[in-house]
C-alpha cells in the first residue's frame, strides 16, 4: 500500500506529525534565543559602562548555551526521523532566513540602551511562561533544557525589569527614551501569543499573565501601557523582516565561505 | 588649540553614541554613580571576603552589577555590598605605631602549649 506518509529511511517507520511538530517547536526555541544572542551580544564592549556590558554579555552567553541545548536536541530528532546529519552547528550555520523560525523582535536593531533593555523585558517576561509551561511538559527533553534555563531567565526578567523602572520613572531624557523604546517594540508582542501550528504550549492563553506582569512595571516605572496598537506576526512561521537577512550573513558568512572551519 | 579626534572604525559604534570614553558627557555620568565594594561568601560557613569594587547608581543594581562581575565562575554562594565611602579605613602613616609594636611579642600567638591530642581541628 502506498501513502504520502514520509517514512524514516533507517527504521522504516513512518514520521509522524507529531515528530515534525516536536522539531519545528524545539527549532523555535532555539532560533529566538540564538538571534537575541547575537543581537544582545553587538553590545559587548559597547556598554554604557563596564558592568552593565557584563550584565548584557551574561545574558547574551545564557541565551546562546539555551539555543545550544535546544539545537542539539533538535539534530537529535531530525537525525532520528530522516536518516540526516544534522548539529548544532549545522541548524544554526546552514539554514536560511525563512527556515529561521524566532520571534521578529529578536531581530530588531538594539537601538538605544532603552530599547534594548525593554525588549529584554517584554522577551523575557515572555519566555520565563513559556519555559515554565515547559517545564511541566511531558517530553522529559524539553523539561529539563526548561527547567535550567528558567532559573537564568528569572533573572534576566529581574535585571531587565529594573531597568525599565530606573529609566521610566527617571530622568526626562530616560523616560523619553523609554517612551519611545515602547513606540517602536510594542508591535511585535503580539506575536508572542499568536499560535504557530507546531507549538506545544497554548501561548495564547498566557497572555493574560504576561500583561498583568508588564502593567505592573509599567505602572511602577510611571510609563502607559499602549492600547489597540497594530501587531506584527510572521517570525515563528518564517516570514522576517529585512533585518534577520543581515543578522544571518554576519553570523553564518565564516561557516558558509570555510565550511566546516573550526577554531 | 583644542582639537578633538574623532576615531570612526568600519561597523564601530560612533563614540558620542557609547558610554565612558566621551569626556564631555559620559565620563561625568559615569563619575556620578557612586563607587561600591563587593564581599562575597565563596561557600556556606566561611566569611564574606573582600572581592573588589565596581559602580552601581543604587544598592540593589550593585548587587546585581557584583553578581555579574565577580560570581560568573561559581565564585560565591552569597555578597555584600557596601557604598565605599562608608568605609573607613586606618591611615598609612600610622602604620608604624599602629603594626610594628606587635611584631616582638611572639608570646601573644598560642605557640607555647602543649595540645592534648584529643583536641582536633585546631
Given at each position: 500500500m502506498k501513502t504520502n506518509q514520509p517514512i524514516n529511511q533507517s527504521t522504516g517507520s513512518p514520521i509522524t506529525l507529531l515528530t515534525n511538530q516536536l522539531i519545528n517547536q524545539t527549532l523555535h526555541l532555539a532560533d529566538t534565543a540564538l538571534i537575541l544572542g547575537q543581537r544582545n551580544g553587538e553590545w559587548c564592549a559597547h556598554g554604557p559602562?563596564?558592568?552593565?556590558?557584563?550584565?548584557?554579555?551574561?545574558?547574551?552567553?545564557?541565551?546562546?548555551?539555551?539555543?545550544?541545548?535546544?539545537?542539539?536536541?533538535?539534530?537529535?530528532?531530525?537525525?532520528?526521523?530522516e536518516n540526516k546529519n544534522e548539529t548544532e552547528d549545522s541548524l544554526a550555520y546552514l539554514r536560511n532566513e525563512r527556515e529561521f523560525k524566532n520571534l521578529l523582535i529578536c531581530e530588531l536593531p538594539n537601538g538605544d540602551w532603552a530599547q534594548t533593555v525593554l525588549r529584554q523585558f517584554l522577551f523575557s517576561a515572555y519566555q520565563e511562561l513559556v519555559l515554565e509551561k515547559l517545564k511541566n511538559s511531558s517530553n522529559e527533553q524539553?523539561?529539563?533544557i526548561a527547567a535550567k534555563s528558567l532559573k537564568e531567565t528569572q533573572y534576566h526578567v529581574k535585571w531587565s525589569s529594573e531597568w525599565v523602572i530606573r529609566l521610566g520613572d527617571g530622568t526626562t531624557e530616560s523616560r523619553d527614551r523609554m517612551i519611545k523604546a515602547i513606540d517602536t517594540l510594542w508591535m511585535y508582542t503580539g506575536e508572542f501569543f499568536i499560535p504557530a501550528n507546531?507549538?506545544?504550549?497554548?501561548?495564547?492563553?498566557?497572555?493574560?499573565?504576561?500583561?498583568?506582569?508588564?502593567?505592573?512595571?509599567?505602572?511602577?516605572?510611571?510609563l502607559a501601557v499602549p492600547e489597540n496598537t497594530f501587531m506584527q506576526s510572521g517570525g515563528k512561521s518564517g516570514i522576517h523582516s529585512e533585518h534577520l537577512g543581515f543578522i544571518l550573513a554576519e553570523?553564518?558568512?565564516l561557516q558558509r565561505t570555510y565550511p566546516g572551519a573550526e577554531w | 588649540m583644542n582639537i578633538q579626534v574623532k576615531k570612526f572604525y568600519y561597523g564601530d559604534i560612533p563614540e558620542e553614541n557609547t558610554g565612558g570614553t566621551n569626556p564631555e558627557n559620559n565620563y561625568a555620568q559615569e563619575n556620578s554613580w557612586p563607587l561600591w565594594e563587593v564581599f562575597i561568601r565563596s561557600k556556606q560557613g566561611l566569611d564574606h571576603k573582600h572581592a573588589g569594587s565596581l559602580h552601581a547608581a543604587d544598592a540593589a543594581m550593585a548587587i546585581e552589577n557584583a553578581r555579574d562581575v565577580y560570581t560568573r565562575r561559581q565564585e560565591g554562594v552569597s555578597l555584600w555590598v557596601v557604598e565605599s565611602k562608608y568605609i573607613h579605613a586606618s591611615n598609612p602613616d600610622d602604620a608604624e605605631m599602629f603594626y610594628e609594636p606587635a611584631a616582638d611579642k611572639v608570646y601573644r600567638h598560642p605557640t607555647f602549649y602543649d595540645l592534648p591530642d584529643e583536641v582536633k581541628h585546631m
Open positions: 559602562i563596564l558592568e552593565q556590558d557584563i550584565a548584557i554579555t551574561n545574558i547574551t552567553l545564557d541565551l546562546i548555551g539555551q539555543a545550544r541545548n535546544f539545537y542539539q536536541y533538535a539534530a537529535t530528532l531530525i537525525n532520528a526521523s524539553l523539561a529539563a507546531y507549538e506545544l504550549t497554548e501561548v495564547h492563553l498566557l497572555k493574560e499573565t504576561w500583561f498583568q506582569k508588564v502593567r505592573s512595571i509599567f505602572e511602577e516605572a510611571t553570523m553564518q558568512i | -
